[in-house]
């Protein structure tokens, strides 16, 4: 392997590593939001 091609090697792992952080970063937005709308609708029942 030359080194050129170590490099492209390493930056690919990089950006699949980034790309998997950004995954879950979405989807830990999506689940905040999730939350934040079953605590509304627990507020509510809650004064029912």
Known sequence: MTPQEEI????KRILNRAKAIQALADQNKIDRKRLAKLEARNEHCYWI
């Open 8 to 11: 492209e090697s390493i930056l």
